[in-house]
């Protein structure tokens, strides 16, 4: 199994102070910047897009970011998101026409590329691709906002995805997104997850050391 990764979503952060909170955030442990990217039409809300991923780079912040597209279609958006510093870049199956080539594409930008299963998608869309595919983000709430309770039904379905990853002969991060914290890490991580998405959890405290170390020493039992 790798290492833990935790990957505090922005999304649930101060924005009107965004750069000091990713700087904090980092300071007190966190491996990744996970970047919610919504679009009001694949999902019901709209939060921020490339120019605020550079300007967190301009701002210093050398850690992975981690974007997460919630957005429909995909193509046309990759190449911005690769020039303004992201390191992975995660997609919805159903929002893209063409999986295949949305994948490649993340490639081509240099970029690690994910691919993201909402609560209700099967895994299927990963049989003919997942020579393609650096992470498996599957969704433990319905996306569009933070704040959501996790839904249990996705330890069954970590167990499956875990299964899968072992069966390549090459790393592939297993992250889960949503309604993740102290109480369920011990859970998630125990079905397989390897990366772990927390927004409200983490920045909903006032301690993000504490916070991060609670979830760390939970996961670890
Ligand atoms: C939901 C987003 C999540 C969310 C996580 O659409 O993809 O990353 O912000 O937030 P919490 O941890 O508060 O559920
Ligand atoms: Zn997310």
């Not at 039409?41 to 919630?70: E, T, W």
């Not at 929002?95 to 299927?124: E, K, M, W, Y």
Request: aromatic share 6%; with cysteine.
């Amino acid at each position: 199994m790798n290492d833990l990764i935790i990957a505090p979503s922005i999304l649930a952060a101060d924005l009107a102070r965004l750069g000091d909170e990713v700087d904090q955030v980092i300071r007190a442990g966190a491996d990744w910047v996970h970047f919610d990217v919504m679009d009001n039409h694949y999902v019901p809300n709209l939060s921020f897009g490339p120019v605020v991923c550079q300007a967190l780079r301009r701002h210093g912040i050398k850690a992975p970011i981690d974007v997460h597209l919630m957005v429909s279609p995909v193509d046309r958006i990759i190449p911005d998101f690769a020039a303004a510093g992201a390191d992975l870049i995660s997609f919805h199956p159903e929002a893209s026409a063409h999986v295949d080539r949305s994948l490649q594409l993340i490639r081509d930008q240099g970029c690690q590329t994910g691919l993201v299963f909402n609560p209700a998608t099967p895994l299927d869309a990963l049989r003919y691709v997942i020579d393609k595919v650096d992470l498996i983000l599957l969704m433990s709430v319905n996306p569009g906002f933070g704040g959501q309770q996790f839904l249990p039904v996705t330890l069954e379905k970590l167990r499956e995805a875990r299964a899968l990853i072992d069966a390549q002969s090459r790393p592939i991060r297993l992250e889960v997104d949503g309604g993740v914290g102290p109480d369920n890490i011990e859970a998630v991580v125990a079905a397989g997850a390897d990366t772990v998405v927390a927004g409200s959890a983490i920045f909903g405290q006032p301690d993000y050391a504490a916070v991060i170390d609670t979830l760390r020493q939970r996961a670890a039992r």
